[in-house]
């Protein structure tokens, strides 16, 4: 049996199971609690979810100052993982503006996916990605 060591802080995982969660439950919330009176198209995000998706970009952005702080990437990578982030962000503001502040469904939904993926690239990078394997043929390997 493999023994339990975490690599990652409390803050660390606190983030990232935040990070996790807010869309996730943002999109429950929004199937479920449609009013008679709502005009809104079902397949369009509305402005609040605009801004959540900016502030989990704004999340991805200080988990990537912080992994740099705590030198656990190099500037390199944080420079590449950061236009990577800025480039999620400037593609949800375009998109919402030509929408009138809103986002439609499959368009979010590859934001937030792209927006994952950066997210995971920072946790491999870091050395705190899941890895996959039981290390019975040398190595255990990072999930992604």
Same mark, same amino acid.
């Given at each position: 049996?493999?023994? !339990?060591?975490?690599?990652?802080?409390?803050?660390?995982?606190?983030?990232?199971? !935040?990070?996790?969660?807010? *869309?996730?439950?943002?999109?429950?919330?929004?199937?479920?609690?449609?009013?008679?009176?709502?005009?809104?198209?079902?397949?369009?995000?509305?402005? *609040?979810?605009? +801004?959540?998706?900016?502030?989990?970009?704004?999340?991805?952005?200080?988990?990537?100052?912080?992994?740099?702080?705590?030198?656990?990437?190099?500037?390199?990578?944080? +420079?590449? =993982?950061?236009?990577?982030?800025?480039?999620?962000?400037?593609?949800?503001?375009?998109?919402?503006?030509?929408?009138? @502040?809103?986002? *439609?469904?499959?368009?979010?939904?590859?934001?937030?996916?792209? =927006?994952?993926?950066?997210?995971?690239?920072?946790?491999?990078?870091? @050395?705190?990605? !899941?890895?996959?394997?039981?290390?019975?043929?040398? @190595?255990?390997?990072?999930?992604?």
């Amino acid at each position: 049996m493999r023994s !339990f060591t975490p690599k990652t802080s409390l803050r660390t995982a606190t983030l990232t199971a !935040f990070l996790i969660a807010v *869309p996730l439950a943002g999109a429950y919330a929004a199937g479920h609690h449609k009013g008679a009176l709502d005009a809104t198209d079902p397949t369009d995000m509305t402005g *609040p979810r605009v +801004e959540a998706l900016i502030a989990q970009v704004q999340g991805v952005r200080q988990g990537i100052v912080d992994a740099r702080q705590a030198n656990n990437i190099n500037p390199a990578v944080a +420079e590449r =993982l950061e236009m990577r982030t800025a480039h999620i962000g400037q593609a949800a503001e375009k998109v919402a503006a030509s929408y009138h @502040g809103r986002i *439609p469904a499959a368009q979010y939904h590859d934001l937030l996916r792209r =927006l994952d993926n950066v997210d995971q690239r920072l946790m491999i990078d870091t @050395g705190s990605g !899941f890895l996959i394997g039981d290390g019975a043929d040398g @190595g255990n390997y990072p999930n992604g």
